[in-house]
């Protein structure tokens, strides 16, 4: 196994690891750190003019995920 | 004791829908996990699946949770997983995603030939959707 892979490999586990640790530091009482939820709900209501452009944004982001995993 | 407030109990969904909605979901993917990528089946299901439920989100016709009306600026400590993963998905990519510059697609696509591996990661996707419409 090459150096890159193993350094990718790493770089993609450290980004769950910190996912779930910001997941469990914003499910913490008095939390100022948001949960993820919380911080999608805050994303989904950005607007522009009669746009839910946020809405719009996240919504095809989730539906392009399991598109490119399950389709192409 | 607790009790309703009348606007809540008018507003709350019947006590079924949770059972029924975790029975769909896992029948959508138990049936979801058989169809091999490329191939009509799964092509027709993300695009009819995902066209509904993205219609359902973007649409007033289901109960939302409450807004989210402003975060603190700690949120911005959610910027670290994400750049660091998307420094090296992009990188990965631009060198040709090859097994020594792997993006995540290439490590997941042997994973997802398994039967149960796929069927659980689109009862995880299904999931965070249904989570992202109801938001």
Redesign the interface.
């Known amino acids: 196994m090459s150096a890159t892979r193993i350094v990718t490999l790493v770089a993609y586990g450290l980004a769950l690891v910190l996912i779930v640790v910001l997941e469990v530091a914003g499910r913490r009482e008095g939390s100022r750190v948001p949960t993820l939820a919380q911080l999608c709900g805050f994303v989904m209501r950005y607007r522009v003019g009669r746009v839910p452009l946020g809405r719009v944004a996240l919504l095809g982001f989730w539906w392009w995920v399991g598109f490119h995993f399950f389709a192409r | 004791m607790d009790q309703q407030s009348p606007v809540a109990a008018e507003s709350a969904p019947p006590r079924w829908h949770a059972p029924a909605r975790a029975v769909g979901f896992v029948g959508a993917s138990l049936a979801?996990g058989a169809?091999p990528?490329?191939s009509l089946r799964?092509?027709i299901?993300?695009?009819g699946?995902?066209?509904a439920?993205?219609w359902l989100?973007?649409t007033r016709r289901l109960t939302r949770?409450p807004?989210?009306?402003?975060?603190?600026?700690?949120?911005l400590?959610?910027l670290?997983?994400?750049l660091?993963?998307a420094?090296?998905e992009l990188v990965?990519f631009a060198l040709g995603s090859t097994?020594?510059?792997?993006t995540?697609?290439a490590?997941?696509d042997p994973v997802?030939q398994h039967y149960w591996a796929?069927a659980a990661?689109?009862l995880g996707?299904?999931s965070?959707?249904w989570?992202?419409?109801k938001?």
């Open positions: 979801v169809f990528s490329f799964s092509t299901t993300m695009i699946l995902g066209g439920f993205f989100g973007v949770h807004a989210v009306r402003r975060i603190a600026r700690q949120a400590w959610w670290v997983p994400v660091v993963f420094t090296f990965s097994p020594a510059h792997p995540l697609s490590l997941a997802l796929r990661v689109f996707w299904i965070g959707y989570a992202l419409v938001r």
